[in-house]
């Protein structure tokens, strides 16, 4: 396997304000600029535990404390470690906008102030004036500070981020209790990711959304503009190792969203897999009636395809089995957010080693840098967002319930991941509970929206309507299961039922919470979750969850757990008619002790034996992957 060794040269210099700022990297790698500035590093910083600091001032006020950008306040790297209820919490910087960015649009010069994500509820002041709310803890977003701060100003930033316990909101595997218990985890308030400024002329180009046409041998690119002046081209020019490859251009002045087709020569095609990862470089250009750039944006592609045929999800054309893991994307030291790049690569490699080709990204929207090394690496993604059991209504009281900012939130996360060849299928909802009723109706309109959404966001990827349990949607693309069986044998039963037309599904003693099956591709997409801790070993009668759990009985020993897995792996690889499989779960997670790997990463069990299960042809592999 090996990656395109022109994208090394992809980053601009990390960090410009200095070597000891903390995730210095640039953090969006589809759409590079050079100059922009990283503003990661200590802000003020104060808790305000009844969301009153706007009454009393804190947003003209200097603040108590101090807290390390881009690391939540409830973990260790942040300095401030306090993993109590924060409804509300206040961050103040001094910055200083680089004087020369003047160059870029003279007095027409935007300065754009970017915030990877914030949870959950965020408002942003530039020098007293609100530039910006946001809500949802996930996405990015990003205040046009044209009119509030030019080049060479120096401005005090104010964000005031709130997550009352008590607002439906998406919060993933963040624990709604005070401590963490069972599958819930160390909440995440506030800042969580890069904080940056980058300018732009006044007429710009916004994110490339870039559409590989894998039997055309084209890149379709629709590059989205801020506004249109007239006489302006957009030009995308498209290279790789060798060289450049070729280009199109198309009049700007017409369309807020001008469309270019750009043809790869028949000898220059090579599509992007898992076997061969290769990507394109994408540069595009908005040049004025003279033919000056005004602004440009280095970017990048995989040419591939996904389709689905009959039971069948075959990506360009080929019966790939998708031997995918759930990776929640936490660390002990910094929560959500990786402590650095390296720890999200190493999550990429970590997968690799083990045998699986792919990963459930779970119940976060994970940091975007993530996905360009899977792009890299050429590792099969499927994107999915953080509202774990919404819709219980009575059953849990994890305040999930789901609204109209989860199809809000998702539109971000699908516009922000759009161009990722990784990304192989979409699925907004996760594990949903609500029974089949015609009464209680919110579920089923918020799940219909959210595949519409994604479907007329992305028709190119099949969508998932909600993994587990309670699929809503008679025409999603894809059906699933989670399914904990613990036994081989009894495991292999359930889930023999596909050849018949009646595969596993999840239910309810009290009645259906499923639109019947029809037929769609359908894999397990949660299995496992084997519980193995060999310092907790001795403690096999313990039933502690608080301390150590995982799923079923726990295994008596290392070789109990290989055994347990190659029994529940070979049940899903021997089935003709079953796409691919998710394994619960890369690394243990706090008490949730399941892992391939220990939380910190190291290896808990041989990894080589649990490659070795995955390394043989799956049945769907070996005949045409789409039977009748």
Same mark, same amino acid.
């Given at each position: 396997?090996?990656?395109?060794?022109?994208?090394?040269?992809?980053?601009?210099?990390?960090?410009?304000?200095?070597?000891?700022?903390?995730?210095?990297?640039?953090?969006?790698?589809?759409?590079?600029?050079?100059?922009?500035?990283?503003?990661?590093?200590?802000?003020?910083?104060?808790?305000?535990?009844?969301?009153?600091?706007?009454?009393?001032?804190?947003?003209?006020?200097?603040?108590?404390?101090?807290?390390?950008?881009?690391?939540?306040?409830?973990?260790?790297?942040?300095?401030?470690?306090?993993?109590?209820?924060?409804?509300?919490?206040?961050?103040?910087?001094?910055?200083?906008?680089?004087?020369?960015?003047?160059?870029?649009?003279?007095?027409?010069?935007?300065?754009?102030?970017?915030?990877?994500?914030?949870?959950?509820?965020?408002?942003?002041?530039?020098?007293?004036?609100?530039?910006?709310?946001?809500?949802?803890?996930?996405?990015?977003?990003?205040?046009?500070?044209?009119?509030?701060?030019?080049?060479?100003?120096?401005?005090?930033?104010?964000?005031?981020?709130?997550?009352?316990?008590?607002?439906?909101?998406?919060?993933?595997?963040?624990?709604?209790?005070?401590?963490?218990?069972?599958?819930?985890?160390?909440?995440?308030?506030?800042?969580?990711?890069?904080?940056?400024?980058?300018?732009?002329?006044?007429?710009?180009?916004?994110?490339?959304?870039?559409?590989?046409?894998?039997?055309?041998?084209?890149?379709?690119?629709?590059?989205?503009?801020?506004?249109?002046?007239?006489?302006?081209?957009?030009?995308?020019?498209?290279?790789?190792?060798?060289?450049?490859?070729?280009?199109?251009?198309?009049?700007?002045?017409?369309?807020?969203?001008?469309?270019?087709?750009?043809?790869?020569?028949?000898?220059?095609?090579?599509?992007?897999?898992?076997?061969?990862?290769?990507?394109?470089?994408?540069?595009?250009?908005?040049?004025?009636?003279?033919?000056?750039?005004?602004?440009?944006?280095?970017?990048?592609?995989?040419?591939?395809?996904?389709?689905?045929?009959?039971?069948?999800?075959?990506?360009?054309?080929?019966?790939?089995?998708?031997?995918?893991?759930?990776?929640?994307?936490?660390?002990?030291?910094?929560?959500?957010?990786?402590?650095?790049?390296?720890?999200?690569?190493?999550?990429?490699?970590?997968?690799?080693?083990?045998?699986?080709?792919?990963?459930?990204?779970?119940?976060?929207?994970?940091?975007?840098?993530?996905?360009?090394?899977?792009?890299?690496?050429?590792?099969?993604?499927?994107?999915?967002?953080?509202?774990?059991?919404?819709?219980?209504?009575?059953?849990?009281?994890?305040?999930?319930?789901?609204?109209?900012?989860?199809?809000?939130?998702?539109?971000?996360?699908?516009?922000?991941?759009?161009?990722?060849?990784?990304?192989?299928?979409?699925?907004?909802?996760?594990?949903?509970?609500?029974?089949?009723?015609?009464?209680?109706?919110?579920?089923?309109?918020?799940?219909?929206?959210?595949?519409?959404?994604?479907?007329?966001?992305?028709?190119?990827?099949?969508?998932?309507?909600?993994?587990?349990?309670?699929?809503?949607?008679?025409?999603?693309?894809?059906?699933?299961?989670?399914?904990?069986?613990? &036994?081989? $044998? #009894?495991? +292999?039963?359930?889930?023999?039922?596909?050849? *018949?037309?009646?595969?596993?599904?999840? /239910?309810? %003693? =009290?009645?259906?919470?499923?639109?019947?099956?029809?037929?769609?591709?359908?894999?397990?997409?949660?299995?496992?979750?084997?519980?193995?801790?060999? &310092?907790? $070993? #001795?403690? +096999?009668?313990?039933?502690?969850?608080?301390? *150590?759990?995982?799923?079923?009985?726990? /295994?008596? %020993? =290392?070789?109990?757990?290989?055994?347990?897995?190659?029994?529940?792996?070979?049940?899903?690889?021997?089935?003709?008619?079953?796409?691919?499989?998710?394994?619960?779960?890369?690394?243990?997670?706090?008490?949730?002790?399941?892992?391939?790997?220990?939380?910190?990463?190291?290896?808990?069990?041989?990894?080589?034996?649990?490659?070795?299960?995955?390394?043989?042809?799956?049945?769907?592999?070996?005949?045409?992957?789409?039977?009748?």
């Amino acid at each position: 396997m090996s990656h395109t060794p022109f994208l090394d040269l992809l980053d601009p210099p990390s960090a410009p304000t200095g070597a000891d700022v903390p995730r210095p990297e640039y953090p969006r790698p589809q759409v590079v600029r050079d100059r922009w500035l990283n503003l990661n590093g200590t802000w003020q910083f104060e808790i305000d535990p009844g969301d009153s600091g706007l009454e009393r001032g804190l947003r003209e006020s200097p603040l108590t404390g101090s807290i390390t950008v881009p690391f939540a306040p409830e973990s260790e790297l942040s300095g401030v470690e306090n993993t109590d209820f924060l409804e509300a919490v206040w961050y103040r910087r001094e910055v200083t906008v680089p004087a020369d960015w003047a160059e870029v649009g003279g007095d027409d010069t935007h300065v754009l102030l970017h915030f990877g994500a914030v949870d959950h509820d965020a408002t942003v002041w530039v020098d007293g004036t609100e530039v910006v709310r946001h809500r949802g803890g996930f996405t990015p977003f990003t205040a046009d500070l044209h009119g509030v701060a030019a080049p060479g100003d120096t401005v005090t930033v104010v964000v005031r981020a709130r997550d009352h316990r008590g607002i439906p909101q998406a919060r993933g595997k963040q624990s709604g209790l005070y401590a963490n218990k069972d599958c819930h985890y160390t909440r995440t308030t506030g800042i969580w990711q890069t904080v940056w400024m980058e300018p732009v002329p006044g007429a710009s180009l916004r994110r490339p959304r870039i559409t590989p046409d894998l039997a055309g041998h084209t890149f379709d690119v629709r590059v989205p503009l801020t506004q249109n002046r007239r006489g302006h081209r957009v030009v995308v020019s498209v290279s790789d190792e060798a060289g450049p490859v070729a280009s199109s251009s198309v009049r700007a002045d017409l369309d807020l969203a001008p469309a270019v087709r750009v043809e790869i020569p028949a000898d220059r095609v090579r599509p992007w897999s898992t076997r061969d990862p290769h990507l394109y470089g994408v540069d595009v250009q908005l040049q004025d009636a003279d033919g000056a750039v005004v602004d440009t944006v280095r970017s990048y592609a995989g040419l591939r395809s996904v389709a689905i045929d009959g039971k069948a999800v075959r990506i360009n054309g080929e019966p790939v089995f998708q031997r995918l893991v759930l990776d929640q994307g936490y660390w002990p030291e910094s929560l959500m957010t990786a402590p650095s790049d390296a720890a999200l690569l190493r999550d990429v490699e970590l997968g690799l080693e083990a045998g699986f080709n792919g990963a459930r990204l779970h119940q976060k929207v994970f940091e975007e840098r993530y996905l360009f090394h899977a792009d890299r690496l050429g590792y099969l993604v499927w994107g999915e967002f953080g509202d774990w059991g919404a819709g219980d209504f009575g059953r849990r009281d994890d305040h999930q319930r789901p609204t109209t900012s989860f199809v809000t939130e998702w539109l971000e996360a699908l516009e922000r991941d759009y161009s990722h060849p990784s990304i192989i299928g979409w699925c907004p909802l996760n594990e949903t509970h609500q029974l089949l009723n015609d009464r209680i109706t919110q579920l089923d309109d918020v799940t219909r929206g959210m595949f519409l959404a994604t479907k007329l966001a992305d028709p190119s990827r099949p969508v998932l309507d909600a993994s587990g349990y309670s699929h809503r949607v008679l025409e999603t693309d894809v059906w699933d299961s989670h399914n904990y069986e613990q &036994e081989p $044998a #009894a495991f +292999a039963e359930q889930v023999g039922g596909l050849a *018949s037309g009646a595969p596993y599904a999840n /239910v309810y %003693d =009290e009645g259906p919470i499923s639109q019947p099956y029809r037929g769609q591709p359908y894999f397990v997409s949660e299995y496992g979750g084997i519980w193995w801790n060999p &310092e907790e $070993a #001795a403690k +096999a009668a313990g039933d502690d969850r608080a301390e *150590s759990w995982g799923y079923g009985q726990r /295994v008596a %020993d =290392e070789e109990g757990f290989h055994s347990r897995f190659a029994g529940l792996t070979d049940a899903l690889l021997d089935d003709p008619l079953m796409f691919g499989y998710c394994y619960t779960q890369l690394t243990d997670v706090f008490q949730e002790q399941n892992g391939i790997y220990r939380f910190d990463r190291s290896e808990k069990l041989d990894v080589g034996r649990v490659r070795a299960v995955q390394q043989r042809p799956a049945a769907f592999e070996k005949g045409d992957g789409a039977p009748a």
